[in-house]
């Protein structure tokens, strides 16, 4: 009776906004998992308290089986989810978003908008402004394979 021919897509179709409103309904429907909530809020213990050791177990192991686990293809939460399972922090913050912004990249990188790009950048400006305008050496310690994919 009726062929999809009938119907072509841009009569239903929202314009140009259309990914942003897909972005934003997908983050509606997000739950953060309680194993996400709960290695962030280790990650950020074990930032503050310099352990080298556990901080290279969870980016190397922890963080990875995360992704495969609930982010193989999708975006990680933003900060902003994220953001009330952590102390309020601002070199956590950096380095979470600098975790979700590679991982963007990474696995998500042919849906990422100019938006996200110039968060990205953004970020990381800010994580080097804050280590090169310190005014005593910064006592952040990260195992050196994060500090060579930050670099």
């Known amino acids: ?3 999809d021919e009938d119907y072509g897509e841009d009569e239903y179709s929202y314009g140009g906004h259309h990914d942003q409103y897909s972005r934003d309904y997908d983050r509606m429907e997000h739950v953060v998992p309680d194993k996400v909530k709960k290695v962030m809020a280790y990650m950020q213990d074990m930032i503050a308290d310099r352990n080298i050791n556990e901080l290279n177990t969870l980016y190397e192991t922890s963080i990875p089986e995360l992704t495969d686990q609930y982010y ?3 975006e ?3 900060y902003g989810e994220i953001a009330s399972y952590v102390r309020e922090d601002a070199v956590f913050m950096n380095l979470y978003k600098e975790l979700y912004y590679r991982h963007l990249y990474a696995r998500v990188s042919g849906s990422l908008h100019l938006e996200q790009r110039l968060e990205s950048y953004w970020n990381y400006c800010e994580l080097f402004n804050f280590i090169i305008s310190a005014d005593s050496p910064v006592t952040l310690e990260l195992p ?8």
């Open 1 to 3: 009776m009726y062929s």
């Open 72 to 74: 193989k293809s999708c």
């Open 76 to 78: 990680w939460p933003d």
């Open 144 to 151: 050196n394979q994060w500090l060579w994919e930050i670099i």
